[in-house]
């Protein structure tokens, strides 16, 4: 072989090694910039099938099934049925990313189960030391006291790391919630994911994906707490205790509250996006590393559906929320239509009762406290239930089969309503 030819091959192959074994990108490129984003992995994950781990989009189409949108820039994302764990369609859906907030459906899952939501925590300066500048915040206050009702409402509708950090506290501290959140993900088989900051705030090392991010909130899903919680548009929010400086009350405290609302803008239809129908939460992120993340999951017609897209490069106003619809448009249109290229993993241990039966050789988890998960109504003063969903159906983790049971209704009825308590 001719020495140049020779030394062309392995060029080559030193190229092709350096790509499959290379530590994953990070999603540090600039909106439009497609020559600079980085490239996924060639080998990722096969848990919830080997097609899974395919770099680029996977997708198979029966006849009259629709095509997949051409307007979709996400790195990675996922159309999965929440019910079966069928994944639909998938994009790069094990490529380890930083999830920024919406890693805080892991939080909530782990930690959301242990306390009750009456307790009340009188706030310490070190309950909130840590906290990365720049975070989103619900403006809790040093010496104010919280219920773990609002101490929630702060976490999925203002994404406040303030709360994120109280609520730690209470779990005995970052470390140790950071530990169990670990723990918690490869429970659900979410190998993707490496915990570093509760929060989802940047953090060297945190990573997660489309699939996992789908599996912690197929999980969470399953807490009624949970659900109420991330369908919620509005609520009333606890503010500053101040001195009465006049009249007959004067010299005597008062406590008022200000409003909140979520920041998921398919709930809310806030800053021009609009509203999706049947939408029902999830959860959304942004930080200048992780680009725009968002998990959705809605009902139409019965089936209900979970969507994640993770860091699209579009320039395209709200860009993560348009691809979001779009795919849950596709999703609906192609269900029945399109074989699955993979599933949603049952925890692992768990009696799958025919639903997310878990990839070969590994099962699905979840510890019996957390099967039990909050069975509480989750109520709660004026809080207004957006863009619900009437006759959804989830599957249900309890007495440590994850199964399917149609007893439990995503939250709400499609339109505003506030409820009282």
């Given at each position: 072989?001719?020495a140049?030819k020779k030394?062309?091959?392995?060029?080559?192959?030193?190229?092709?090694?350096?790509?499959?074994t290379a530590?994953?990108?990070?999603?540090?490129?600039?909106?439009?910039?497609?020559?600079?984003?980085?490239?996924p992995?060639?080998?990722?994950s096969?848990v919830?099938?080997?097609?899974?781990?395919?770099?680029?989009?996977?997708?198979?189409?029966k006849p009259?099934?629709p095509?997949?949108?051409?307007?979709?820039?996400?790195?990675?994302?996922i159309?999965?049925?929440?019910?079966?764990?069928e994944?639909?369609a998938?994009h790069?859906?094990?490529?380890r990313l930083?999830?920024?907030?919406?890693?805080?459906?892991l939080?909530?899952?782990?930690v959301?189960?242990k306390?009750?939501?009456?307790q009340?925590?009188k706030?310490?300066?070190?309950d909130?030391?840590?906290?990365?500048a720049?975070?989103?915040?619900?403006?809790i206050k040093?010496n104010?006291?919280y219920?773990?009702?609002?101490l929630?409402?702060?976490v999925?509708?203002k994404?406040?790391n303030?709360?994120?950090?109280?609520?730690s506290?209470?779990n005995?501290?970052?470390?140790q919630?950071?530990?169990d959140?670990q723990k918690?993900?490869?429970?659900?088989?979410a190998?993707?994911?490496?915990v570093?900051?509760?929060?989802g705030y940047?953090?060297?090392g945190?990573?997660s994906?489309a699939y996992?991010?789908?599996l912690?909130?197929?999980?969470g899903?399953?807490?009624k707490d949970?659900?109420?919680?991330c369908?919620t548009?509005?609520?009333k929010f606890?503010?500053?205790t101040?001195?009465?400086?006049k009249?007959?009350?004067k010299g005597?405290?008062?406590r008022?509250?200000?409003?909140i609302?979520n920041?998921n803008?398919?709930l809310t239809g806030a800053?021009?996006?609009?509203?999706?129908k049947g939408?029902?939460?999830?959860?959304?992120?942004?930080t200048?590393?992780?680009?725009?993340?968002?998990t959705?999951v809605?009902?139409r017609?019965?089936?209900?559906?979970?969507?994640?897209?993770m860091?699209?490069?579009s320039?395209?106003?709200h860009a993560v929320?348009k691809?979001?619809?779009?795919?849950f448009?596709?999703g609906?249109?192609?269900a029945?239509k399109v074989?699955p290229?993979?599933?949603?993993?049952a925890?692992?241990?768990a009696?799958?009762g025919g639903a997310?039966k878990?990839?070969?050789?590994s099962?699905g988890?979840?510890?019996?406290?957390?099967?039990?998960?909050?069975?509480?109504?989750?109520?709660?003063?004026?809080m207004?239930?957006a863009l619900?969903i009437?006759?959804g159906?989830?599957?249900?983790?309890a007495?440590?089969?994850?199964?399917?049971r149609?007893?439990?209704?995503?939250?709400?009825?499609?339109g505003?309503?506030?409820?009282?308590?």
């Amino acid at each position: 072989m001719p020495a140049v030819k020779k030394t062309a091959m392995l060029v080559a192959s030193a190229a092709l090694l350096t790509m499959s074994t290379a530590a994953p990108a990070l999603a540090d490129g600039k909106p439009g910039d497609d020559n600079d984003q980085p490239k996924p992995p060639s080998q990722m994950s096969t848990v919830g099938g080997a097609q899974l781990g395919v770099a680029g989009t996977q997708v198979k189409l029966k006849p009259g099934a629709p095509v997949l949108p051409k307007e979709l820039t996400g790195r990675s994302w996922i159309v999965s049925d929440a019910e079966s764990g069928e994944v639909l369609a998938s994009h790069n859906a094990h490529w380890r990313l930083p999830p920024a907030s919406t890693l805080k459906m892991l939080f909530a899952d782990t930690v959301l189960p242990k306390f009750p939501k009456t307790q009340q925590r009188k706030v310490a300066l070190s309950d909130l030391a840590g906290i990365g500048a720049g975070s989103s915040l619900v403006g809790i206050k040093e010496n104010e006291s919280y219920s773990v009702h609002d101490l929630w409402l702060g976490v999925f509708l203002k994404s406040g790391n303030d709360a994120v950090h109280v609520l730690s506290a209470m779990n005995g501290g970052v470390p140790q919630t950071v530990k169990d959140m670990q723990k918690h993900a490869e429970d659900l088989q979410a190998l993707d994911t490496s915990v570093v900051s509760p929060d989802g705030y940047d953090a060297k090392g945190q990573v997660s994906s489309a699939y996992d991010l789908s599996l912690f909130a197929r999980s969470g899903l399953q807490k009624k707490d949970f659900r109420e919680y991330c369908s919620t548009a509005t609520a009333k929010f606890p503010g500053e205790t101040k001195e009465i400086k006049k009249g007959k009350d004067k010299g005597e405290t008062k406590r008022e509250s200000f409003e909140i609302q979520n920041t998921n803008k398919l709930l809310t239809g806030a800053e021009g996006v609009t509203p999706y129908k049947g939408i029902a939460g999830v959860k959304n992120g942004y930080t200048s590393n992780a680009g725009n993340t968002f998990t959705g999951v809605a009902e139409r017609d019965g089936k209900v559906l979970l969507v994640t897209v993770m860091n699209p490069s579009s320039a395209e106003s709200h860009a993560v929320y348009k691809e979001t619809a779009r795919l849950f448009d596709w999703g609906f249109a192609a269900a029945g239509k399109v074989d699955p290229v993979g599933e949603l993993v049952a925890p692992k241990g768990a009696a799958t009762g025919g639903a997310g039966k878990g990839a070969p050789g590994s099962g699905g988890g979840g510890t019996d406290a957390e099967n039990a998960a909050h069975s509480s109504d989750g109520g709660g003063n004026g809080m207004g239930i957006a863009l619900g969903i009437t006759g959804g159906v989830l599957a249900l983790l309890a007495a440590g089969a994850f199964v399917i049971r149609r007893k439990l209704p995503l939250p709400g009825q499609a339109g505003r309503r506030d409820r009282q308590s």
